[in-house]
């Protein structure tokens, strides 16, 4: 079965950091180009950075440029976001996806999607 494992998520102060995982089962990411995406309630899913085959990172999102970063290791089958500097509004439910040879912000481009993990950001 091919699927996408997001952890990490949780509660966390203001000012705090979080590390998102996205382990992959049932395929290797190797030739996958690898997003993270997140939906706040109301609001629509939002592209935040992808990560390319090469490791070349792409930022979609202007909200989280300078805090958030995107990395994988492919001996571990696994592509992580580091989240710095956590703000309130950047609560929502976070989404790794991959797609077959390339990356974009666009939600369509994408093959596989996890099941998302919460991330609250508050006091």
């Known amino acids: 079965q091919l699927q996408l494992v997001e952890s990490g998520g949780g509660l966390v102060q203001p000012g705090g950091s979080l590390r998102l995982s996205c382990a992959a089962s049932?395929?290797?990411?190797?030739?996958?180009?690898v997003g993270w995406f997140r939906q706040a309630p109301g609001k629509t899913r939002e592209g935040l950075l992808c990560?390319?085959?090469?490791?070349?990172?792409?930022n979609y999102a202007d909200s989280v440029k300078g805090r958030f970063t995107i990395s994988r290791d492919n001996a571990k089958n696994t592509v992580y976001l580091q989240m710095n500097s956590l703000k309130p509004e950047d609560t929502a439910i976070y989404y790794c996806?991959?797609?077959?040879?390339?990356?974009?912000?666009?939600?369509?481009?994408?093959?596989?999607w996890g099941q998302g993990t919460q991330v609250t950001v508050s006091s």
């Open positions: 996806a991959a797609a077959w040879l390339r990356c974009s912000g666009s939600a369509g481009m994408y093959d596989y």
């Open positions: 990560i390319s085959r090469s490791g070349g990172s792409t």
């Open positions: 049932g395929f290797t990411l190797d030739s996958y180009g």
